[in-house]
């Protein structure tokens, strides 16, 4: 039997890969399978792939390509583990990482467990941790959502920085929306936190996460930059059925808002089109919002948003 399915999307990181495969080379187990999902490169990313000898990968090609979601989304209909994790194809694992992760889970009995990561920008790490102080105990995922005005975990959107029960694929909650190609983490792990039923956060330091890569989609002025705003409006809308709606309104609101001040901050990136569309979209976003959660929210975001915010957008508390 399968104990751990590895879903990795790759799409062009030819210059990135060997330090992948050799991370995965590294955590191979006759029980762990590497389920690497090529999403139409136009490099040598999948010739390098079919070349690696590697225990237990299995290359799937997309013929054309259809983002991260979907890709992931190939991998976890292959994916045969009672355990589940993710990979980005330009980031790489330390040896014995994938089994720490799975000693975790299998001995926490929890649905998903979370773990800490490094950020390599260039030469520079700096190891980030998950927002939740309390490590190597049971929690309420629902919990973890609040408080509003400081990290929670759902500011952790990091699927490759986690390890997930095959329970939570039976019940769809690790399925990705395909027509996402940017922040497709974010309605994910709100889904996640509002319906599994338990989680824990471990220390274990594994995954060196690639940071502001050449060619990164992050570092790319086209349209799916704003896919941010359907990534957010389905957060919304979920969260509208749900019977606790108004006790997680203030913090997905409070979250939109920041990810609308973080692409107004960097929107010369964008054609001149795109930054007319970033602004219209962001200003009939903020004042769609009740005035009396926009006042809730706003305030607590700092006066240097507030201030973008109104010369911007003409959004006032």
């Not at 919990?143 to 997930?164: F, K, N, R, T």
């Not at 319906?195 to 060196?208: C, E, I, K, N, T």
Request: hydrophobic share 45%; proline share 7%; glycine share 6%.
């Amino acid at each position: 039997m399968t104990t751990l399915s590895v879903v990795v999307p790759v799409r062009d990181v030819e210059r990135y890969v060997p330090d992948l495969l050799r991370g995965l080379a590294r955590n191979t187990r006759p029980d762990f399978e590497f389920l690497v999902v090529d999403d139409a490169s136009l490099d040598r990313t999948a010739e390098l792939v079919a070349e690696a000898e590697v225990p237990g990968l299995r290359m799937i090609r997309h013929p054309a390509a259809l983002g991260p979601g979907a890709a992931r989304n190939t991998g976890l209909a292959e994916a045969s583990g009672r355990y589940l994790t993710y990979l980005d194809g330009d980031d790489w694992i330390r040896p014995g990482y994938l089994a720490e992760l799975v000693d975790a889970i299998s001995g926490l009995g929890c649905d998903f467990v979370m773990s800490d990561h490094v950020r390599v920008t260039g030469r520079h790490r700096q190891p980030r941790r998950p927002p939740e102080g309390r490590l190597w105990e049971v929690l309420d995922p629902r919990a973890a959502i609040l408080p509003v005005s400081q990290p929670s975990m759902v500011d952790y959107p990091y699927s490759w920085a986690g390890i997930y029960h095959r329970r939570l694929a039976d019940r769809g909650l690790l399925r990705f929306v395909p027509e996402l190609h940017t922040a497709e983490d974010r309605p994910w792990f709100w889904r996640l936190y509002r319906q599994a039923s338990s989680y824990a956060v471990v220390p274990l330091r594994g995954v060196f996460y690639r940071r502001h890569r050449q060619g990164a989609l992050t570092r790319i002025g086209d349209a799916r930059q704003l896919h941010f705003f359907d990534a957010f409006d389905l957060v919304l809308a979920e969260l509208s059925a749900d019977p606790e709606a108004e006790r997680f309104a203030a913090k997905a609101v409070r979250n939109y808002f920041a990810m609308i001040g973080y692409h107004l901050t960097r929107r010369d990136r964008l054609s001149p089109l795109l930054r007319v569309e970033l602004v219209d979209r962001a200003r009939a976003t903020m004042l769609s919002v009740p005035p009396e959660l926009r006042a809730e929210v706003l305030p607590a975001m700092g006066v240097y948003r507030q201030e973008l915010f109104e010369e911007l957008l003409g959004v006032r508390i």
